[in-house]
């Protein structure tokens, strides 16, 4: 429920900036009036709607996905089926991408136009268990309408950028007078430190539903030593993957269910649940992760600032408050 509460607040907090934005250029550049306003909110539903649109086209194309059917992947099929009749959503497309790097992640424009695809990497390192709990974090971001509300919030830094490019840019090269010209710089600038601001509230928000898709894979029913065990082999696969195909995936990370860019440096810290060395975290690996207390460097905070994932050991030492549940 907090988890919920809190990306409410920063979706309230994110369109409050962005009315302040429209409120203060109208400001500055002597427009008043309902028209104004009602212009620039129906130009920022207008990106939101092409966003909205493109955005499943142009995930398929970088993703190199390809839809499959269940004589070809019925296990997959199967999985997927259940889980989207137990979330009560419709069965989304099911989908292979051709990326080498193990991994899984969901799109679409809403419920009705949902697609989950898997790397062909990742289910050869899962078992059925550890892939359902995965593929339930994937249908819990269908369930609670993730796609929708990161476009929605992706926006606001998108029209903060356009406004640096236009106002700093043409305050530095257009012929005006020196007090006008200066006043645009620093409008431009004021909009690049609003670009950089509201990309990190992006990045929380996203980080944000990654802990709520997980807490929807255990309420879907998969144990969260199941997901957790996923997650700590997928950051093993990825740790250990060719330099050329995470670079492949580097503008796509932000969909996938962990960062693979940061496998190298989580593996040695989740290498430390695994007590028994069996490659797996079990339910007693997990308790144990659960009563002790983690404490990240400094470095860890910058990291996890910039990255639209969370601290993989953070993340499963949630999982394991699960598990006590």
Not at 26 to 36: A, N
Not at 185 to 193: F, H, M, N, S
């Amino acid at each position: 429920m907090w988890l919920r509460v809190r990306l409410y607040l920063l979706v309230a907090f994110m369109f409050a900036i962005l009315y302040g934005i429209i409120a203060g250029l109208g400001y500055l550049l002597g427009f008043h009036g309902m028209g104004y306003f009602i212009g620039l909110l129906l130009f920022a539903g207008f990106l939101i709607f092409v966003q909205y649109m493109i955005g499943p086209k142009t995930v398929e194309w970088s993703m190199r996905v390809r839809y499959v059917d269940e004589t070809q992947y019925p296990r997959l099929h199967r999985m997927v089926e259940e889980l989207a009749a137990r979330a009560n959503v419709p069965k989304p497309r099911v989908g292979v991408s051709e990326l080498e790097i193990p991994n899984a992640f969901a799109f679409g424009r809403g419920k009705k136009d949902a697609r989950v695809c898997v790397t062909k990497g990742l289910l050869g390192i899962l078992d059925d268990d550890e892939l359902k709990a995965v593929l339930g974090h994937e249908l819990s971001h269908i369930r609670h309408k993730d796609v929708a509300v990161i476009t929605m919030l992706s926006v606001v830094p998108m029209i903060c950028y356009m406004i640096y490019i236009s106002f700093f840019w043409g305050g530095m090269f257009y012929g005006r007078r020196d007090r006008e010209a200066g006043l645009t710089v620093l409008v431009g600038l004021a909009a690049l430190v609003l670009y950089f601001i509201t990309s990190l509230l992006v990045m929380y928000g996203s980080r944000i539903r990654e802990y709520y898709a997980d807490f929807g894979s255990v309420e879907l029913g998969n144990p969260p030593s199941k997901l957790a065990t996923a997650l700590y082999k997928l950051v093993y696969s990825n740790a250990k993957a060719d330099k050329k195909h995470l670079s492949k995936a580097a503008g796509a990370k932000a969909f996938f269910i962990n960062d693979p860019s940061k496998a190298a440096y989580e593996i040695s810290e989740l290498s430390e649940i695994d007590a028994d060395m069996s490659g797996t975290i079990d339910p007693d690996e997990l308790r144990m992760l659960g009563e002790k207390k983690i404490k990240l460097s400094t470095a860890d905070k910058i990291i996890e600032l910039l990255s639209s994932h969370p601290n993989m050991l953070k993340r499963i030492k949630q999982l394991a408050s699960l598990e006590k549940e």
